[in-house]
């Protein structure tokens, strides 16, 4: 354990709080006692088994109360779990919160999530994901939506110090310091993360040092005095709102009782609780008062007795509440926003374009329909992306809108989730689909589940160039399908045809969830087709039918389709009749196009590009296996991939690829 370095000392600065009036300073404490007086009664119902889950902020609660406090009710507060006080001091519905904890009917999630796993975007409170720091970026992301609209708002987003060594609190940091965005990171130094203490966690003396690293504003304040929280947060806000940028605010303060209530403090030398105790938030702000003839013993007892009995009440009554309850039609439900996108039947001129334009094209058109679209990638303004998706875009739409981020995919993913639940419809490229790896948690945990979770919708569009067949080696030339394939609350679309790239790009971005949009890139330029001028859309959802045929059906996707017509072009002129389905969108699939499909023809085979094992492909045959079971006259087949990387040299990526075995493989599939 090492000492936590005090605040520097700055001796110009009037008295913290002498900006406050009396009646402010009163208000201050009673928002300084209720999340403890609620904590309070946490702990003995958790004794008494009513509540499964506890991790206390006691001892910490001046920081949230002072930061919550310090804002304005239309800036944006990401708390974490020690923060209480930020709901508290949003005067969230306390009837609600208490269900929410203790996991009663009527919460803030449905049952679906626990404590403080929610956000009330009414309430400018975007809650957390268990993953520490994950947060953080998508604070850059709402401090960037009020950047975006001129207004003056500001985002905190609470940590602690075990956090900062994750790479989401670089990449957040790093990010708001290159756009200067109005972010107050809000460091709750607490000396320890779960059992490890500071020294093992990072090796600078104060976390505030790092700021100067990242080009910003930071301090480190006193985080058991309520008025100098209070103070830093204004004064960092004050910043943030002068277009200054983002603040590192380092609270120090210390954890009084264990990680969670069930994991004990044995690890804590036992003086350092007595040290602290002394230095109390609350007994703290009392003397200040008692100092300032503001609070007496009766005083102060009237106010914890009228607040008891508020929290003794509110328990009793979700108590009362019954468990939630729910049925698998109402859970699937809500697993997505309603989609909106507009059936638009295309009208424009058609023009023979390759992939790619397609792409760029309706990036262009949605760009131009709808002010809230947002463009963030690398390389993407004034260079126009690696593969030329962005060229031209900043130079019409302007560099507020197609933004180049540091190189960063976490970082540009989690403030796109910020964006999309402040009113943007933003789009993440990935450079290469394959580095969406350095992004998957934002994906499969944050994106994905936060509609299921609290019932924002989020619409975000997030590009992927994937695929292989170019000589790229095993990081250029992945398919990434299986990967998401597998996560409710994604959608998963691969266009295999200019004009469904097109189409389904602009219903993407009008879908309102969460949507990955596989392109490939040996498509890019090798494929060309008739595209019309304009705005369309295809929906997700829906196969097509590419080639009519009765002897087998091909199912597949992406680059696959063009392998699947070239083969059944040349079974045709042996006589031989195939059909081919382009399933388009991956999930969700539309298994009624392949069943019926495959009826019809009582064969299937099923390639992707991807390796064998595991691939989507998978899902597709055991549908087929099981509904049209009757009607087979084979088993159904797959084909994909070695199950190997994808290797560099081009003559092994032809061994790995299952292009060549997709012949021989019909033709025994035909004679079965
Ligand atoms: C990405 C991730 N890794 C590990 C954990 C498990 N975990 C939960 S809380 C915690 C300690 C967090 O410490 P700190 O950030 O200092 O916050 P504190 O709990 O002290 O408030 C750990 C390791 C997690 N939730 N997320």
Redesign the pocket.
Known sequence: MREPVPPVAVPDRPPAGSDLSPQQLLDLYRALLLPRLIEEKMLVLLRQGKLSKW?S?IG?EAIAVGVTAALREDDWILP???NLGVFTGRNVDLARLFRQLLGRDGGLTKGRDRTFHFGILEHRIVGMI?????MLPVADGLALAAVLRGEKRVAATF??????S?GDFHEAVNLAAVWKLPVLFVV???????S?PVSE?YACARLSDRAPGYGIAGETVDGNDLLAVHAAASRAAARARAGEGPTLLEFLTF?MRG?EEASGTAYVPKHLFEEWKVKDPIVRFESTLRERALLDDKKAAAMRADLKARIDALADEALAASDPHSTPEAELADVYAESRVREEAPSGEESEVRYIDAIHDALAEALRQDPRVVLLGQDIAEYGGVFKATQGLMDEFGKARVRNTPIIESGALGAALGLALDGFVPMVEMQFGDFVTCGF?QIVNNLAKTHYRWGARVPVVVRLPIGGGTGAGPFHSQNVEAWFTHVAGLKVVAPATPHDAKGLLLAAFQDGNPVLYLEHKQLYRSAKGKVPAGSYTVPLGKAAVVRQGDDVTVVTYGVGVAWALEAAARLGDEGFSVEVVDLRTLLPWDREAVVASVRKTAKALVLHEAPLTGGFGGEIAATLAKECFADLDAPVERLGALDTPVPFSKALEEIFSPRARLLPMLRTLLSF
């Open positions: 991790f902020g910490q974490m779990h020690r268990s993953h520490l720091a994950a940590t602690g110090d075990g956090s900062t994750e709750e130094n607490n000396q320890y993360g779960l490890t966690q954890r990680h948690n």
